[in-house]
């Protein structure tokens, strides 16, 4: 099927969203690739959210490719082509997979009294879409960052969600202490920390409760490791002599053992 050229102002537009400031401030975000705009594409179809602003398709892609741009023309989306050299200077992948989604921001409300995964400071956004994505995997999917963390909806994070951005309340708190003050006083909050002198199996949270992880290099702030209630750390193997943890494995084995309580 032939599609309209890319018109350069929706080009232009398209790149400014590459900036946090101008995603911000339009409340929208680029879906790059086959698996995210297909899982998209399956919310829309159930209603569950809005239908994109606009899809882009780079000139020759597969006939998979052609079928999805296809599928959101069939729901009144506007799908426009442009070439490879202009597609690529739209994408942040270094490997475009020749389809993009223009979105609002997916943004679902924190569930009340459910527990929380707070990230302190991590700033790789690849990491920070891993956890999101390994938080959802285990139940959690109220998950807050705080200042200093990577963008929720940059383009790696978002990529490294695998789509459990769509699934999960993810929100940002720029003065994370006041937040889990004020909203979340009766909440218990555990912290993960190398300096610990409890480990992880010692943890049994109940009631309401939530779980921080901060940054590899400094760990977790010291305002907001003054609200935990407790602290504990990741057992090591006795002869093993590795540093640390990568933040996102980290994330995993806390989080699973905290998804049987």
Not at 146 to 167: E, H, L, Q, Y
């Amino acid at each position: 099927m032939t599609y309209p050229s890319l018109p350069t102002s929706v080009h232009q537009y398209i790149r400014l969203l590459r900036k946090r400031a101008e995603r911000d401030s339009a409340r929208q975000c680029v879906l790059e690739g086959e698996h995210l705009c297909g899982e998209y594409l399956a919310l829309c179809e159930r209603g569950a959210v809005t239908p994109p602003y606009e899809i882009v398709i780079q000139s020759g892609v597969s006939e998979t490719m052609e079928r999805l741009a296809g599928a959101f023309g069939q729901l009144s989306v506007s799908v426009y082509s442009t070439s490879e050299h202009k597609f690529q200077q739209l994408c942040d992948a270094q490997t475009p997979q020749g389809i993009l989604a223009v979105i609002d921001f997916p943004e679902l409300p924190l569930e009340t009294d459910k527990p929380l995964l707070i990230l302190d400071g991590v700033a790789d956004p690849g990491n920070v879409g891993t956890i999101i994505r390994t938080a959802e995997w285990f139940g959690m999917r109220n998950i807050i960052l705080g200042a200093g963390c990577a963008d929720r909806f940059n383009p790696k994070t978002v990529r490294a969600t695998m789509g459990s951005i769509f699934r999960c309340a993810v929100h940002s708190a720029p003065n994370l202490a006041s937040t889990l003050r004020e909203e979340y006083g009766h909440y218990r909050f555990y912290g993960a920390s190398q300096r610990a002198s409890r480990t992880l199996t010692d943890v049994q949270p109940s009631g309401q409760w939530g779980v921080v992880m901060g940054s590899e290099a400094h760990g977790i702030s010291p305002e907001i490791e003054a609200l935990l209630h407790d602290t504990f750390r990741i057992a090591r193997a006795e002869h093993s002599e590795a540093e640390s943890l990568n933040v996102a494995v980290a994330a995993g084995v806390i989080l699973h053992h905290l998804s049987t309580f």
